[in-house]
């Protein structure tokens, strides 16, 4: 099922560059830039690590594509 | 410090695999010939030069993009390889099930060794390649 997430944008917004939050996360940058792009859903525990990064709530930076049924 | 060791551990084991196998066969080689390989020498050199190459190429880009620093790999490289191994696995061994299949039904019922050492030797290019690509995808 599909999943968007809004990381690029927040990142921007925080003005943090792909090397670096991929630093922060101990993940490539590679996987940074396929999670933003949505060509791969994070792990569970990658996922809880960007949300405890960004101090966020998981509504906030990931949701399911509207129109899909529960 | 720590990954730069673990990517240098990684490269001097790949060396070390090319060279041990390279050994062994030409001790095993000469005790039976009394001949050393060359090709086979002068193939696990060139290996050498290729990985050493490889190694610094891509050691250097890292550092040009300041990624020095990340992991050489992660959960999404990790998912690549295995779903490429369990695609590819099952394609293999669908095409081996049918050659041999081809083969019994046009009454060939003995094959050489030689060519199944071209079969493995195939396999484990195809894998190792595919793999690599996969990995790094």
Known sequence: MPVRNRVAEIRLERGISQVQFAKELKVTRQTINAIETGKYNPSLELALKILRYFDLPLEEVFALEEGDKK | ?137
């Open chain 2, 1 to 137: 410090m720590k990954k730069a060791r673990s990517w240098f551990t990684a490269m001097l084991s790949a060396l070390g695999g090319v060279w041990i196998g390279n050994i062994a066969v030409q001790v095993w080689k000469y005790s039976q010939t009394g001949e050393i390989d060359g090709a086979m020498l002068l193939g696990a050199l060139t290996g050498t030069v290729l990985i050493l190459t490889v190694a610094f190429l891509l050691d250097r880009r890292r550092k040009k993009r300041g990624e020095e620093d990340l992991p050489l790999a992660d959960e999404r490289n990790l998912n690549n390889l295995f779903r490429f191994g369990a695609t590819a696995l099952g394609a293999l061994m669908l095409m081996g099930m049918v050659a041999v299949t081809v083969l019994d039904a046009t009454g060939t019922q003995t094959l050489s060794v030689r060519s199944l050492v071209w079969v493995m030797a195939t396999l484990t290019v195809v894998l190792g390649v595919g793999g690599w690509i996969a990995y790094r995808a």
